[in-house]
C-alpha cells in the first residue's frame, strides 16, 4: 500500500484551473522531485497534500497510519532578520507542538536525534539569525523531522544556497530518505544535481510522472 494516492486530482482558483486530473503515487521509500516552470502550481500540490487547500475534485487518499498533520514540511525559503531572536534549539523544538500524544511522550529525544542526524547539535545554542544560509536550511529541515516519522514535504529548499552547500543539502536528504519519504519541489534538474527515484512534472507542455532515469531519457529524446 502506497503513502499516498492522488486520483484525479484537479484544483482551480476562482475558476481557473491550475491543474487537471493529476495522477501519481507516493511509496514510504520514494524521494519524488515535483518539477515545472514557475506558476504551474508546484506549491498549491503541496498545500492540497497538507490539508491547507480543498481540491476541486478527485482524491487524495493516506496510508491508514499516516495524518495529515504528522507531516514534516518545509516552505519555501524566506528571509530571516538577523536580529531574529529564537535559538536553534527552539526553532527545531517547534517542530514537535501540535502534534499526537504519541510524538509528546519523546520530543526531546526528537530534538536530539534531529540535530544529531544534521550534524548541528554544535549550533543548538546559537541564534538562528546569525547562521549561514546553509545553516538556517538545516535548522528548518530538523524542525521538519521532528514534525514526521514517514514523511517530508519541502518547497525549494536549496533555493538561495550555493553549490558546495546544496551538495551537501542533497546528501543529507538521500540519507533522510532511508528512515523518510520524501516529496521535495526543485528547480535543480541539471544532471550534476539530480535527486530522488521519481519525478512528477506539472508542465503543462510535458506533463510526467514516472521514474527519474525515464525522465532522463525522455528529455535526452527532444
Ligand atoms: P508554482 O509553485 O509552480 O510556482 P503556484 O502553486 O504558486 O505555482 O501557483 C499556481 C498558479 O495559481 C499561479 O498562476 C498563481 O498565480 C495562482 N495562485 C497561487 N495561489 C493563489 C491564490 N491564493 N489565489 C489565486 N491564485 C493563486
Redesign the pocket.
Known sequence: MSLIKVQNLSLS??G?P?FEKLNFEVNRDDFLCVV??????????L?CLLGLIKPTTGKIIFADNLDANEIGYMAQRHHIDANFPASVYEIVSSGALGQTKLFQAYPRQRIQDALKALKISNLAKEKFGHLSGGQQQKVLLARAIVATKELLIL?EPSNNLDYRSKRDFYRILRELNRDFAIIM?THDLDHHNLVGNRILS?DHDNPFFGTTAEYVRRVHAH
Do not use: A, F, Q
Open positions: 482558483y476562482h481557473h491550475v515545472g516552470p514557475n506558476g504551474c502550481g508546484k506549491t498549491t500540490l498545500k518547497d519541489v506539472l
